[in-house]
């Protein structure tokens, strides 16, 4: 903890501490109404930290549940609280209690402490430092340069469309196999891409310090493939990087790819799965409950209640990179920016002494949620239905969901290397 005082409290000083939010980078400012008592100042904090809270009142002691949970599961590293000497001593308490595993920082807009602070402190290990230590700690980020990090851009609507060759014996390279049948130009489309992926992944790998595990090479082909604008680029793509890599048995992980690409009965132009991420990603951030916005990240990428209800802790990896499930294609890759809700409640179940086998959604259905739950509270957020499940009776790849998202969901280490040793299932 470090306690900042600011003795002056002009205008232009509180403007440049309130810029100092960087949610996505770790850093949270939160300044609370000075007539906040302590269930106030956990809505202020679970407002600065982008959540939204129903109308109903909660006790306060779940409001700090969630505050504690939500600063644990945003992974913020320094929480700046704001106006500190205008809190209560219970305030600053139940404050000091949630934040146990994040840097605190009380700037206090006046010249001696409050009594409340005062008396926090006497009880906790803290350093006093000068307001310009805090403003000048975190200085504006100069612009990026371009270090070849960037995923090259999709080849557009015009890609011509593939299948798997997997019922084949393979024949030549498997950059030649891919687009063996088609014409001279579409040929060349597909080289193009082919080259170019390899290349992307091959500087990736360049940059590496540390030594490649599967599941960085995983997350780096499913980076790439993503990309792609149908799901025959995707296709492309994550065989160019599987060849790049070098680091498995090609010839099985391309099997995997083909047979998935096989199974996937049409494709829609362009890819929707991006959208569909990106708005899961903005509700989950807005809701304060994890179990909601977990249940919000999976519908989006499992599709099937009936899937998501028979899942159980051990089925999700406690990072959130992936799940399984039975119903809808076995492991599942979960996109970067919806990992950290699924993190959290992950967490939040272990802290419940769940076990592997205990429901992921417990329930009054033989101890789960049941589908109609489950739906119904899918029906209360501000999104179309068909973003939570694909109408009765559609195979996989068809209809408007042919996106491609069944192969990019292929692309973890899971499917990728099943006989590797350095990834195991979620629940080992």
Do not use: F, I, K, M
């Given at each position: 903890m470090t306690v900042v005082v600011d003795r002056d409290d002009d205008v232009d000083t509180l403007a440049r501490l309130r810029r100092l939010h960087?949610?996505?980078?770790?850093?949270?400012?939160?300044?609370?109404?000075?007539?906040?008592?302590?269930?106030?100042?956990?809505?202020?904090?679970l407002s600065a930290l982008g959540k939204q809270l129903d109308e109903e009142r909660r006790r306060p002691d779940s409001l700090w549940h969630l505050v504690e949970t939500h600063l644990h599961g945003e992974r913020v590293d320094d929480l700046i609280l704001l106006r500190a000497h205008s809190l209560t001593f219970p305030a600053l308490h139940q404050l000091a209690l949630a934040a146990q595993e994040t840097h605190l920082w009380l700037v206090v807009h006046q010249e001696r402490l409050s009594t409340p602070v005062a008396q926090l402190l006497e009880a906790i290990p803290h350093e006093t430092r000068a307001l310009r230590d805090l403003l000048s700690r975190w200085p504006s980020p100069a612009a990026e340069g371009d270090d070849g990090a960037t995923v090259p851009a999709g080849a557009g609507v015009q890609f011509p469309y593939l299948e798997g060759r997997a019922a084949e014996r393979p024949r030549g390279s498997p950059r030649t196999r891919i687009a063996r049948d088609l014409a001279r130009a579409e040929r060349a489309a597909v080289y193009a891409v082919w080259d170019q992926a390899h290349e992307w992944t091959t500087s990736w790998a360049s940059r590496q310090e540390q030594e490649l595990t599967h599941r960085d090479a995983a997350d780096a082909i499913y980076q790439l493939a993503r990309s792609g604008d149908t799901a025959s680029e995707i296709y492309v793509r994550a065989c160019a990087a599987v060849v790049a890599l070098q680091s498995t048995d090609r010839r099985e992980t391309l099997r995997v790819l083909d047979e998935v690409l096989m199974y996937s009965f049409g494709e829609v132009r362009p890819c929707a799965f991006n959208a569909v991420a990106t708005r899961a990603a903005e509700l989950a951030d807005r809701i304060a409950d994890p179990t909601t916005a977990a249940l919000v990240v999976l519908s989006a990428l499992c599709r099937s209640p009936l899937g998501i209800r028979h899942l159980d802790c051990g089925q999700l990896a406690p990072d959130g990179r992936a799940f399984i499930t039975a119903y809808a294609g076995g492991v599942h890759a979960v996109p970067p920016e919806l990992r950290r809700y699924l993190a959290t409640y992950h967490e939040r179940m272990a802290t419940s002494e769940a076990t592997s086998r205990t429901p992921l959604f417990p329930g009054s259905s033989h101890g789960r949620s049941s589908q109609p739950a489950i739906r119904r509270a899918l029906a209360a957020l501000a999104a179309p239905a068909s973003m939570w499940e694909d109408p009765a009776d559609t195979r996989i790849g068809e209809g408007d969901q042919a996106d491609g998202r069944s192969l990019l969901a292929a692309l973890n280490p899971l499917t990728l290397w099943p006989g590797s040793n350095k990834h195991r299932r979620p629940n080992v």
């Open positions: 960087a949610r996505p980078l770790g850093r949270v400012v939160c300044e609370p109404d000075p007539t906040a008592g302590s269930y106030g100042l956990a809505r202020h904090l």
